[in-house]
């Protein structure tokens, strides 16, 4: 097989398992508000406790990997959207601060402060992550050396805010149906409520940006015409957002979830579906990076497919037994936040 | 306002790495020291060694959490700030940082949940082994890391291939990468001194509660622990930093010539060994150290076990290819210095220990007790003295610092980034030292047996009985060791503190 196709698929899953596992806490994050009372939020917070930092490892493997893999499109994204980049950084710094600094002190104005920060943090990070996952699939403008030659401002369009809400309210959705996992009670039925407001909001964007897409971007439709077999994808999309609301309806949380699992995993599949084989798309008269033209050589793409496959039954064997060891309703003790 | 581009990028990268490794060093330190008292607590059972095991895992947590926070921001910031560096290494250098993740990242932050949150889920075994695995990650970190910088320092395995009408570096061998001439070296240097900040991390806390006659027995075997591994450490970073400086004589004269402050090569067939500074300050403009004490030849015999065989100064490269010098020489006599410092401290300790008298000695705990900014500076002071002196080249003798950066980006973009850098980093130092203070004022859990030797007032045989509840009644943690063999260990413990 081709190794750059195959590089485009790996980071494919990496951005899926990182959207999927960091999605919830971020969602959690974005939530946070809503929960009313010290120890609910600290139940809230330590639903995610043992699980975000190892979510996290996802992006950053993500980037360690297009970076050895792609290194143009790593130079050309980052500092191409330099500012919205920083914000994302110092959002996850933020983020991990507050969610861990929180509990240390038992001071309100403590307290009140890091929630604030742990929920701004986890919404200026997913929205940023949908714009510029907008952004790079709707097209920005590039050099002939596949350098980004817009602005600041040339990030604002349309599709790429579109995306990004659809991440935040995705994320927000994603958050309850795992926050339905893990607490009792009444704050139970309030996740139930958030849940159901959040997929009503999420099914309503994805039209919204299925919409956009399909008047405003035309491009994305390129590989659909090649393969019309890809559309069996946004059908077994809107399958898994009906499932959504089974789960939800019928009182079984861990199908509502998975089924939100399979939703973001279909919505990544199609994104790297318009992508293909573009990296970064161009909306200049210049080309557009490719897996071929952005890669690594190709000795470099074997290496380090033999690290990917070395590695990635691990990264499987600890995220599995982290899961299993700490699955089940959160229970508050000594060593929680 | 001219904004240089390329200075503020350093200023930046500097910045935040900078502020980074205040981190990593304490994690990989205290993990080591963490994996030695779990696994004392595990053949031992004295609960002391498990209150000492869960105590500096909480400043484990809040270590690990901002060095992973502070730790993203690097991972992105080759591509935010040197675009043209990450296309030219991307090949070699993206890879090192990705096995990074995969291999490391992964392995740290799962094992991290269990050793932190898992106390009351898994059993004793697992929960050693989780703290094993993530001592491991954060060394497999450090690895990778390093070996990626190292590349940058010396080169290897590589060729350069034009890619996009631009030159890059490709890997032709990558084990010849990854053991590139400096790597090894540097790495060995890197884990010590991370050995020596976790181990004068931990006998500052534990000094300080000696001095406060607060937790004494956890106080006094931490201590000691910490003081076996600071000790061997730094004993070993002496044999490390001489072959070290070997090696940078030979791979990257030019940046030992700024660390020594050697500006002018002695002329040829003068039999003139290189002076080696132990104090001054360089004079950039005069070409000479000022106010300096040299031992003469010194430097000569250290790299060539040769008093009269001259090193190459800064004079034979060219002015374009020169390092500047105060800050290499300042910051590389400062770790050197702080090393020394090291080893004196922690010898004598070992010798006052040996003599039963070590902690009766307030003044030399009171040493302790500030001493641990000592190695925070001699980490920080090392590596910028190995990166300032890699200048002018970003990848030393292929690419300069001025052409890796990413040129595109506007100067006031990075202004902005920078000063958002500062304050938010300022505010979270701020708030670490905060909740570490708050943390050492709490103090470690009670041992689950009752305090057992601290106040000397409990009567062995109360000890006896509760380190024999303390052995059999603590559901997760029990063991299969009947409750007569938990007493007679502890009593021996006890009868081994009160020789000390």
């Given at each position: 097989m081709d190794l750059h196709i195959a590089w485009f698929i790996l980071l494919g899953v990496l951005l899926m398992g990182y959207a999927i596992l960091d999605g919830f806490d971020l969602g959690v994050g974005i939530l946070f508000p809503l929960v009313r009372g010290d120890t609910e939020r600290r139940l809230v917070l330590n639903s995610i406790g043992p699980l975000w930092d190892g979510n996290e490892v996802w992006l950053v493997t993500f980037g360690g990997a297009l970076f050895s893999a792609f290194p143009e499109a790593y130079a050309t994204v980052l500092s191409g959207f330099y500012l919205p980049v920083i914000l994302v950084l110092l959002s996850l710094v933020g983020r991990a601060i507050s969610i861990e600094f929180r509990g240390k002190s038992q001071s309100r104005f403590w307290r009140g402060y890091w929630d604030f920060s742990f929920f701004l943090s986890s919404l200026v990070a997913t929205l940023v992550f949908g714009v510029a996952l907008g952004n790079v699939v709707g097209g920005i403008a590039l050099t002939v050396q596949g350098h980004y030659a817009g602005r600041l401002g040339d990030l604002f369009q349309p599709f790429a805010l579109a995306v990004g809400l659809l991440a935040v309210v995705g994320a927000a959705m994603h958050g309850a149906l795992y926050l339905q996992l893990k607490v009792e009670g009444p704050l139970a039925q309030h996740v139930r409520r958030w849940a159901w407001g959040a997929y009503f909001a999420f099914v309503g964007l994805n039209i919204v940006v299925a919409g956009l897409a399909l008047t405003r971007v035309p491009h994305l439709l390129v590989n659909f015409e090649r393969w019309p077999v890809v559309w069996v994808m946004p059908v077994l999309v809107g399958l898994a957002l009906a499932n959504i609301s089974r789960g939800l309806a019928r009182g079984r949380p861990m199908g509502a979830f998975l089924s939100s699992c399979a939703t973001i995993a279909g919505l990544t599949f199609l994104a790297a579906a318009a992508l293909y084989p573009n990296i970064v798309v161009s909306s200049s008269a210049a080309p557009s990076l490719d897996i071929y033209r952005a890669a690594s050589s190709e000795a470099t793409l074997r290496l380090m497919g033999i690290i990917a496959l070395i590695g990635m039954p691990l990264v499987a064997t600890y995220t599995a037994t982290v899961y299993w060891v700490f699955r089940g309703k959160v229970k508050l003790d000594e060593h929680s936040y | 306002m001219d904004l240089d581009l390329v200075e503020l990028s350093r200023a930046q990268f500097a910045l935040t790495v900078m502020f980074h490794y205040l981190f990593p060093p304490l994690s990989i330190g205290l993990g080591l020291l963490m994996v030695v008292m779990e696994g004392l607590y595990l053949r031992t059972g004295n609960p002391q060694y498990e209150a000492m095991t869960r105590f500096w895992t909480r400043i484990f947590a809040v270590n690990f959490a901002v060095g992973v926070a502070s730790g993203i921001t690097m991972e992105f910031q080759f591509g935010t700030n040197w675009a043209a560096y990450s296309r030219f290494v991307g090949d070699v250098f993206g890879s090192?940082?990705?096995?990074?993740?995969?291999?490391?990242?992964?392995?740290?932050?799962?094992?991290?949940?269990?050793?932190?949150?898992?106390?009351?889920?898994?059993?004793?075994?697992?929960?050693?082994?989780?703290?094993?695995?993530?001592?491991?990650?954060?060394?497999?970190?450090?690895?990778?890391?390093?070996?990626?910088?190292?590349?940058?320092?010396?080169?290897?395995?590589?060729?350069?291939?034009?890619?996009?009408?631009?030159?890059?570096?490709?890997?032709?061998?990558?084990?010849?990468?990854?053991?590139?001439?400096?790597?090894?070296?540097?790495?060995?240097?890197?884990?010590?001194?991370?050995?020596i900040l976790g181990a004068f991390f931990v006998m500052s806390i534990s000094a300080w509660y000696l001095l406060k006659r607060r937790h004494e027995d956890f106080a006094r075997r931490s201590f000691l622990i910490a003081l076996t591994v600071g000790a061997l450490a730094s004993w070993g970073e002496l044999v490390s930093g001489h072959s070290q400086?070997?090696?940078?004589?030979?791979?990257?004269?030019?940046?030992?010539?700024?660390?020594?402050?050697?500006?002018?090569?002695?002329?040829?067939?003068?039999?003139?060994?290189t002076e080696l500074w132990v104090l001054g300050w360089p004079n950039v403009e005069q070409q000479r150290v000022d106010y300096g004490i040299g031992i003469p030849g010194m430097l000569s015999y250290l790299v060539y076990d040769?008093?009269?065989?001259?090193?190459?100064?800064?004079?034979?490269?060219?002015?374009?290819?020169?390092?500047?010098?105060?800050?290499?020489?300042?910051?590389?006599?400062?770790?050197?210095?702080?090393?020394?410092?090291?080893?004196?401290?922690?010898?004598?300790?070992?010798?006052?220990?040996?003599?039963?008298?070590?902690?009766?000695?307030?003044?030399?705990?009171?040493?302790?007790?500030?001493?641990?900014?000592?190695?925070?500076?001699?980490?920080?002071?090392?590596?910028?003295?190995?990166?300032?002196?890699?200048?002018?080249?970003?990848?030393?003798?292929?690419?300069?610092?001025?052409?890796?950066?990413?040129?595109?980006?506007?100067?006031?973009?990075?202004?902005?980034?920078?000063?958002?850098?500062?304050?938010?980093?300022?505010?979270?130092?701020?708030?670490?030292?905060?909740?570490?203070?708050?943390?050492?004022?709490?103090?470690?859990?009670?041992?689950?047996?009752?305090s057992t030797s601290s106040t000397g007032s409990t009567s062995t045989t109360g000890l006896v009985a509760a380190a024999a509840a303390a052995g059999v009644g603590r559901g997760g943690h029990s063991y299969t060791d009947t409750a007569d063999e938990v007493a007679a260990r502890s009593s021996a413990a006890l009868a081994m503190e009160d020789d000390g």
């Open positions: - | 090192a940082l990705a096995a990074e993740g995969i291999f490391a990242f992964f392995l740290e932050s799962g094992f991290l949940a269990v050793l932190v949150f898992g106390w009351n889920r898994v059993g004793p075994r697992m929960h050693f082994f989780a703290t094993t695995m993530v001592f491991l990650g954060s060394c497999f970190s450090a690895v990778w890391i390093v070996i990626a910088n190292s590349w940058q320092h010396t080169p290897a395995g590589f060729h350069l291939v034009e890619h996009q009408g631009v030159l890059r570096a490709e890997i032709t061998d990558f084990w010849a990468m990854v053991f590139n001439p400096s790597a090894m070296h540097r790495l060995g240097h890197v884990m010590l001194g991370a050995f400086a070997r090696a940078v004589a030979h791979n990257q004269p030019a940046k030992l010539a700024a660390f020594e402050g050697h500006f002018v090569t002695a002329e040829q067939g003068a039999e003139q060994g040769d008093f009269d065989r001259p090193l190459p100064a800064l004079d034979q490269f060219p002015p374009e290819d020169r390092p500047p010098v105060v800050v290499p020489f300042v910051s590389y006599h400062v770790m050197v210095a702080l090393g020394m410092a090291f080893i004196g401290m922690t010898s004598l300790a070992l010798v006052l220990w040996w003599r039963g008298v070590l902690f009766r000695q307030r003044w030399l705990l009171w040493l302790f007790v500030v001493a641990v900014v000592g190695p925070y500076i001699a980490n920080q002071t090392g590596w910028v003295a190995a990166e300032v002196g890699r200048q002018p080249w970003v990848v030393y003798g292929l690419l300069r610092t001025s052409d890796g950066v990413s040129a595109l980006v506007p100067p006031e973009q990075v202004l902005v980034s920078l000063v958002a850098f500062s304050g938010v980093y300022l505010a979270l130092l701020a708030v670490w030292l905060y909740v570490v203070n708050e943390k050492i004022r709490h103090g470690p859990p009670e041992p689950a047996a009752a």
